[in-house]
């Protein structure tokens, strides 16, 4: 097996806060509603449309999808059928096609939905001397940008099969549920770094194994049955809901079609449900600092 590659060009002095160990802490973030207010697989329907690389119809499939789970969560079942839906539209397509796509459309599709607070928090973190790891079940040829923006030192993602330059449509790994702490103990071993001091980040109740595997677990913008975990073992729940982006986006809804609307609409009754959960629930209001440090190794 090889090393999963550092992505970040983060230098080791920004990487490592004084008087503390490099490579020790590992931060690992979710991607899909917790760092990002949209899936990131299905985001990209309208720009891949637009350059023919699926149909029309299939746009529009990939815009009900969205829909359908920004109004509720990742399952197993949705999982699937992402992944299912997915390789089968990029079967013998041109994978120079599709990078360009990823490249071209951040700002488009996922810069305006990512979350300032998540941002926050992996800015602190590596203010910490923490690395960080992006974890998500989206294939890592749509999710590489994003994860360079955000300077994550690691990307861990879904793999697909490329030959002589076209994707054939097969998954060599499908990165959900256990496979992701599979992955996650190979950067482990070979980075050194001890889960007994690291940090997890998700929204999901399809990611307990993740969040079994370290020693500090957020429940962040939680489902109803990771919340109900997560109140039972005394986990730290937050609520992000400030999407923001990195930098301005321009017109970033020009010429938005139906799977824009049906994206903006999702995302609107969403941000409505969380500020009610916000209301009667147990998020934190002290500051981002705080709320690490109390929790960090010595």
Do not use: C
């Amino acid at each position: 097996m090889t090393p999963l590659p550092r992505i970040s060009n983060r230098t080791a002095s920004r990487r490592t806060a004084p008087g503390r160990s490099a490579r020790r802490t590992l931060a690992v973030f979710d991607l899909d509603k917790t760092i990002v207010d949209t899936s990131a697989s299905m985001a990209y329907g309208r720009p891949m449309a637009k350059r023919g690389i699926i149909t029309t119809g299939e746009m529009l499939r990939i815009g009900a999808m969205l829909f359908s789970y920004m109004l509720t969560t990742h399952t197993d079942e949705n999982l699937d059928a992402t992944k299912d839906a997915l390789s089968s539209m990029i079967r013998n397509r041109p994978a120079a096609s599709l990078r360009a796509i990823a490249e071209d459309a951040l700002q488009e599709v996922l810069i305006p939905y990512v979350y300032a607070e998540a941002r926050d928090f992996i800015f602190e973190h590596h203010k910490l001397g923490h690395d960080v790891a992006i974890i998500t079940a989206s294939a890592r040829v749509l999710v590489d940008p994003i994860a360079r923006e955000l300077q994550a030192d690691y990307l861990i993602a879904t793999e697909l099969e490329e030959i002589d330059g076209t994707y054939t449509g097969k998954v060599l790994h499908f990165n959900k549920g256990q496979a992701k702490v599979d992955k996650l103990m190979e950067l482990v071993e070979r980075g050194g770094y001890d889960l007994s001091r690291s940090y997890a980040y998700t929204d999901s109740h399809t990611d307990l194994p993740l969040l079994e595997a370290v020693g500090h677990p957020y429940a962040i913008n939680p489902d109803r049955q990771l919340r109900k975990i997560a109140r039972e073992r005394d986990w730290p729940i937050e609520y992000f809901s400030k999407p923001e982006p990195l930098f301005k986006p321009g017109k970033v809804l020009a010429g938005a079609g139906t799977l824009a609307f049906l994206g903006a609409a999702a995302t609107g009754v969403v941000l409505w449900l969380r500020q009610r959960a916000q209301d009667v629930g147990s998020a934190s209001a002290s500051p981002l600092l705080a709320r690490l440090m109390p929790r960090r190794a010595s």
